[in-house]
T-cell receptor, first 117, second 109 residues
């Protein structure tokens, strides 16, 4: 069964450094999302992406964050200058595809655990 | 915005017991999903269920959209069922999932 993949599984970085988190969506899916979960807390929406542009973003998604599909397959989240409070699990999710019964269902990748020191 | 409340926040069971997890939401929804977060942090899709009832093995879910709640039933629980169960909804013209705070389940042998 097709699945969303994410790399790396764990990233450790120094405060102020740039990080890029990568996601490979399920083939044929049209909608892409990033969510994050700070340890012990609920999952929070960051941004949605459709037709090569951001369709919605949360207050968390400030100028330090950006997303893109650099090659039409990967979907990336970049944090320009990481802060301690960016430490969290980051999930990519995708939606859409050819199966009508699951068109609106979002499928999540395994996550990237980001640790900012 | 829409509020999503899950109960109970914590649940401890003996292996073999049954349980019911509840998700209440404050507005009409276009999408409702149940997830299991395993000890490694992965979010596993359990059900996409904006309305009606579905079953998958020992798990089943019911959403009564008109009364704004959903229930997740776990029968004959196993230690591998341990983890956090999240309910998440989409409301209005948006596509973002709004998550509840989760129910933390521990199943002991």
């Amino acid at each position: 069964e097709p699945e969303v993949t994410q790399t790396p599984s764990h990233q450790v970085t120094q405060m102020g450094q740039e990080v890029i988190l990568r996601c490979v969506p399920i083939s044929n899916h049209l909608y892409f999302y990033w969510y994050r979960q700070i340890l012990g807390q609920k999952v929070e929406f960051l941004v949605s992406f459709y037709n090569n542009e951001i369709s919605e973003k949360s207050e968390i998604f400030d100028d330090q964050f950006s997303v893109e599909r650099p090659d039409g397959s990967n979907f990336t989240l970049k944090i320009r200058s990481t802060k301690l409070e960016d430490s969290a699990m980051y999930f990519c999710a995708t939606q859409g595809g050819l199966k009508a019964s699951s068109y609106n269902e979002q499928f999540f990748g395994p996550g990237t655990r980001l640790t900012v020191l | 915005g829409i509020q999503v409340e899950q109960s109970p926040p914590d649940l401890i069971l003996q292996e073999g017991a049954n349980s019911t997890l509840r998700c209440n939401f404050s507005d009409s929804v276009n999408n409702l999903q149940w997830f299991h977060q395993n000890p490694w942090g992965q979010l596993i899709n359990l059900f996409y269920i904006p309305s009606g009832t579905k079953q998958n093995g020992r798990l089943s879910a019911t959403t009564v959209a008109t009364e704004r709640y959903s229930l997740l039933y776990i029968s004959s629980s196993q230690t591998t069922d341990s983890g956090v169960y999240f309910c998440a909804v989409i409301s209005g013209g948006y596509n973002k999932l709004i998550f509840g705070a989760g129910t933390r389940l521990a199943v002991h042998p």
